[in-house]
C-alpha cells in the first residue's frame, strides 16, 4: 500500500485558487493512477479527477471541467491539483487517491475499485 498525504486545503474567497498536493510514499508513485474526490458536509463522496501514470491522461467530474487541472511529478511522488475559480461550492474535504491495478477511466466512474486513500485536506470557499 501506498501512503498518500495531501496538503495545501484552506480558505479561499470565492473566484479564488488553491493547489493541493498530495505526497504519496511506500510505493512507485509511478506505477499508481492517481486521483482527487471530494465530500462535502452531509454529502456523498463525489469524483474529482484522475490521472493516468504517464499523466497523459485525465478525467474531470463535471462539475469541476474547465476549472480544475490535475498534474503529477513522479520525479517527487506527488500529485496536484490546481483549482482555480473557486465556488462556495465547492467547499468540501479533498481525498487523494491512489491505485496501482485500475486505469483513470476506472477510478472515475468507479471509486469503490480504489485501494489508497488519503486523510484529506479541507477547503473551505467563502462567498
Known amino acids: 500500500q501506498v501512503q498518500l498525504i495531501e496538503s495545501g486545503g484552506g480558505l479561499v474567497q470565492a473566484g479564488g485558487s488553491l493547489r493541493l498536493s498530495c505526497a504519496a510514499s511506500?510505493?512507485?508513485?509511478?506505477?499508481?493512477?492517481m486521483g482527487w474526490f471530494r465530500q462535502a458536509s452531509g454529502k456523498e463522496r463525489e469524483f474529482v479527477a484522475a490521472?493516468?501514470?504517464?499523466?497523459?491522461?485525465?478525467y474531470y467530474g463535471d462539475s469541476v471541467k474547465g476549472r480544475f487541472t490535475a498534474s503529477r511529478d513522479s520525479a517527487k511522488s506527488t500529485v496536484y491539483l490546481q483549482m482555480n475559480s473557486l465556488q462556495p461550492e465547492d467547499t468540501a474535504v479533498y481525498y487523494c487517491?491512489?491505485?496501482?491495478?485500475?486505469?483513470?477511466?476506472?477510478?472515475?466512474?468507479?471509486?469503490?475499485?480504489?485501494?489508497?486513500w488519503g486523510k484529506g485536506t479541507l477547503v473551505t470557499v467563502s462567498s
Open positions: 490521472i493516468s501514470r504517464s499523466g497523459a491522461d485525465t
Open positions: 511506500g510505493g512507485t508513485c509511478s506505477t499508481y493512477t
Open positions: 487517491a491512489a491505485d496501482p491495478y485500475i486505469s483513470s477511466r476506472t477510478m472515475s466512474i468507479n471509486p469503490t475499485a480504489v485501494d489508497d
